[in-house]
């Protein structure tokens, strides 16, 4: 049995149950096959062992009041995985579906995903099953204050710098950050996603999205292409999906469809991102009402159809994980889709991608596509350790650099390895070779 076969079965047997963890590895491994085998010393240095296992993970419970005077539980987790080339980077989320298993995957693919921005950050992740929809102000902010007062002991801003995900934006932030500056009685850029004028940055909330189009930019530059009427199929209607959007338009694209949870809108003319914004980020109602504003557009219901049937050239998926499966990957095929960009974490299952990368559709993993937030993140800690506040054109500018540096990364790692326009594989190599090269420089810690 081969190093990379020993690996996957030894994570199988211990980590067995762990769904999402298992296929983030599996997928992670498998394509590192090309250079670990080829050097023999990763297997004497045990460093595939090590990174797989988490530095540390820690599980708590978080227990907090709700209006009704009634005492609620919640399970919180930090999982910090690799700080060989930095303080642990990554975000919170907030959500009914959290557990160890998802937590894991995240923070494993968090991994790379910091290596690729160049920036100094190692991976990390954590939440809670804790769901704020329909919660109070209040009830949200009991929660958070008291999930911050144990998570507090296990973050710093040269330890463990969390953001935010999904189910916690810039309320629940607030709300953390306070109860944490409270605790050390320090004011330091522990937290990312701050708000402007209190330590945060400026394009953070556009950060993911426009990243996303960025990176997919600097491909079709490379074929002596662009944006320009390109018909862009988009899943999700939050923010990473809302503002990949809104550069995806101003690049010269049409964008035809958005989801939710119950559905999705079809408008062959363009969507109205206006009307989006409205109905999404001010009202926060269902995508349905869309349809009853702009009488152009079609409402399909979740169980009627699926957003990847629409014809298009460029397909976002920026949901969640595992929302583009094998049947849509061919039916995107089919439909002359040329290239799908992740702009959410693990949303195509591995052999949905498999499907695409060997029908020569363009495909950009998450740990590279949607490295924008992250980086922007990093971007944040900067100007908060020298005090200093960037325009908004500044830190734009910076993350466009970043994302050409991550597209001409991979690009060159895929090449080098002889998969040229691979770009799962040359994200996995690009990433893991320079946080391999850390912790070899750095010993068995």
């Given at each position: 049995?081969?190093?990379?076969?020993?690996?996957?079965?030894?994570?199988?047997?211990?980590?067995?149950?762990?769904?999402?963890?298992?296929?983030?590895?599996?997928?992670?491994?498998?394509?590192?096959?090309?250079?670990?085998?080829?050097?023999?010393?990763?297997?004497?240095?045990?460093?595939?062992?090590?990174?797989?296992?988490?530095?540390?993970?820690?599980?708590?419970?978080?227990?907090?009041?709700?209006?009704?005077?009634?005492?609620?539980?919640?399970?919180?987790?930090?999982?910090?995985?690799?700080?060989?080339?930095?303080?642990?980077?990554?975000?919170?989320?907030?959500?009914?579906?959290?557990?160890?298993?998802?937590?894991?995957?995240?923070?494993?693919?968090?991994?790379?995903?910091?290596?690729?921005?160049?920036?100094?950050?190692?991976?990390?992740?954590?939440?809670?099953?804790?769901?704020?929809?329909?919660?109070?102000?209040?009830?949200?902010?009991?929660?958070?204050?008291?999930?911050?007062?144990?998570?507090?002991?296990?973050?710093?801003?040269?330890?463990?710098?969390?953001?935010?995900?999904?189910?916690?934006?810039?309320?629940?932030?607030?709300?953390?950050?306070?109860?944490?500056?409270?605790?050390?009685?320090?004011?330091?850029?522990?937290?990312?996603?701050?708000?402007?004028g209190w330590g945060g940055s400026l394009a953070r909330t556009e950060a993911t999205g426009y990243g996303l189009v960025y990176i997919i930019?600097?491909?079709?530059?490379?074929?002596?292409?662009?944006?320009?009427?390109?018909?862009?199929?988009?899943?999700?209607?939050?923010?990473?999906?809302?503002?990949?959007?809104?550069?995806?338009?101003?690049?010269?694209?049409?964008?035809?469809?958005?989801?939710?949870?119950?559905?999705?809108?079809?408008?062959?003319?363009?969507?109205?991102?206006?009307?989006?914004?409205?109905?999404?980020?001010?009202?926060?109602?269902?995508?349905?009402?869309?349809?009853?504003?702009?009488?152009?557009?079609?409402?399909?219901?979740?169980?009627?159809?699926?957003?990847?049937?629409?014809?298009?050239?460029?397909?976002?998926?920026?949901?969640?994980?595992?929302?583009?499966?094998?049947?849509?990957?061919?039916?995107?095929?089919?439909?002359?889709?040329?290239?799908?960009?992740?702009?959410?974490?693990?949303?195509?299952?591995?052999?949905?991608?498999?499907?695409?990368?060997?029908?020569?559709?363009?495909?950009?993993?998450?740990?590279?596509?949607n490295a924008g937030g992250v980086a922007t993140s990093a971007l944040e800690m900067c100007q908060n350790s020298a005090r200093l506040s960037?325009?908004?054109?500044?830190?734009?500018?910076?993350?466009?650099?970043?994302?050409?540096?991550?597209?001409?990364?991979?690009?060159?790692?895929?090449?080098?390895?002889?998969?040229?326009?691979?770009?799962?594989?040359?994200?996995?190599?690009?990433?893991?070779?320079?946080?391999?090269?850390?912790?070899?420089?750095?010993?068995?810690?």
């Amino acid at each position: 049995m081969g190093y990379i076969d020993n690996i996957i079965s030894i994570i199988e047997k211990k980590d067995a149950g762990q769904v999402e963890f298992l296929q983030a590895a599996k997928e992670v491994l498998d394509s590192l096959r090309i250079i670990v085998d080829q050097d023999s010393t990763y297997e004497k240095a045990g460093l595939l062992e090590r990174l797989i296992e988490p530095e540390r993970a820690v599980v708590f419970r978080v227990p907090w009041v709700d209006d009704s005077g009634k005492t609620q539980v919640n399970r919180g987790f930090r999982v910090q995985f690799n700080s060989a080339i930095g303080p642990y980077k990554g975000g919170l989320r907030f959500h009914p579906s959290v557990n160890l298993s998802i937590i894991k995957f995240l923070g494993f693919e968090q991994i790379f995903k910091n290596s690729l921005t160049g920036m100094p950050i190692g991976g990390g992740k954590g939440g809670s099953d804790f769901d704020p929809k329909g919660k109070s102000d209040n009830e949200v902010m009991h929660f958070c204050q008291s999930f911050i007062t144990e998570l507090y002991r296990h973050i710093g801003p040269d330890t463990d710098v969390p953001a935010g995900d999904i189910g916690v934006g810039g309320r629940e932030i607030g709300f953390m950050y306070g109860q944490y500056k409270r605790l050390v009685n320090k004011f330091e850029g522990v937290l990312t996603g701050k708000g402007i004028g209190w330590g945060g940055s400026l394009a953070r909330t556009e950060a993911t999205g426009y990243g996303l189009v960025y990176i997919i930019d600097e491909y079709l530059k490379s074929k002596k292409d662009g944006f320009k009427g390109k018909k862009v199929a988009i899943s999700g209607s939050g923010n990473v999906a809302i503002f990949a959007a809104e550069k995806a338009s101003s690049l010269g694209a049409v964008i035809i469809s958005m989801t939710d949870s119950n559905g999705f809108i079809y408008d062959k003319d363009g969507i109205n991102l206006d009307t989006i914004k409205e109905i999404k980020l001010i009202k926060r109602e269902r995508l349905s009402k869309y349809a009853e504003v702009h009488k152009s557009s079609v409402y399909t219901d979740a169980e009627k159809g699926r957003v990847w049937d629409i014809p298009c050239d460029i397909a976002l998926p920026c949901a969640t994980q595992n929302e583009l499966l094998l049947d849509d990957a061919k039916k995107l095929a089919a439909n002359g889709c040329r290239v799908v960009g992740e702009g959410a974490n693990m949303p195509t299952s591995l052999d949905a991608t498999e499907y695409l990368i060997g029908n020569s559709v363009a495909f950009f993993p998450g740990k590279a596509a949607n490295a924008g937030g992250v980086a922007t993140s990093a971007l944040e800690m900067c100007q908060n350790s020298a005090r200093l506040s960037w325009s908004f054109e500044e830190v734009d500018q910076k993350l466009k650099n970043i994302m050409t540096g991550i597209f001409n990364n991979i690009d060159n790692a895929a090449k080098e390895y002889g998969k040229p326009g691979n770009f799962v594989l040359g994200a996995n190599i690009a990433g893991f070779k320079k946080v391999a090269k850390a912790m070899l420089d750095q010993g068995v810690i």
